[in-house]
């Protein structure tokens, strides 16, 4: 049984930083492209970065420069640094696992709220 479990929200004022963590089990992580999306109120939910199994990298027009993603496979943990984080950023920050064979399957956490505001 696949769980992805994210920890790390919170409130933090613009300008801040925060690190997300989603650590999985159930999956042989290695296999897995990364991901990690949000949605805010009234929105659609949104890819903000990924990671696939070799380690290659892509993010949101929105985030880079300032978000990081990374992966630590021995740990079988995701991870999403955010620095100078903006309100716009507000929501809720989802974890994925993607794995395709023959076709794409898709394992999601249950989400962290982030909160950036003064």
């Known amino acids: 049984q696949v769980q992805l479990v994210e920890s790390g929200g919170g409130l933090v004022q613009p300008g801040g930083s925060l690190r997300l963590s989603c650590a999985a089990s159930g999956v042989i992580f290695v296999m897995y492209n990364m991901g990690w999306y949000r949605q805010a109120p009234g929105k659609q939910r949104e890819l903000v970065a990924g990671?696939?199994?070799?380690?290659?990298?892509n993010y949101a027009d929105s985030v880079k420069g300032r978000f990081t993603i990374s992966r630590d496979n021995a740990k079988k943990t995701v991870y999403l640094q955010m620095n100078s984080l903006k309100p716009e950023d507000t929501a809720v920050y989802y974890c994925?696992?993607?794995?395709?064979?023959?076709?794409?399957?898709?394992?999601w956490g249950q989400g962290t709220q982030v909160t950036v505001s003064s």
């Open positions: 990671i696939a199994r070799g380690g290659s990298t």
């Open positions: 994925n696992a993607a794995i395709t064979i023959a076709s794409r399957y898709d394992y």
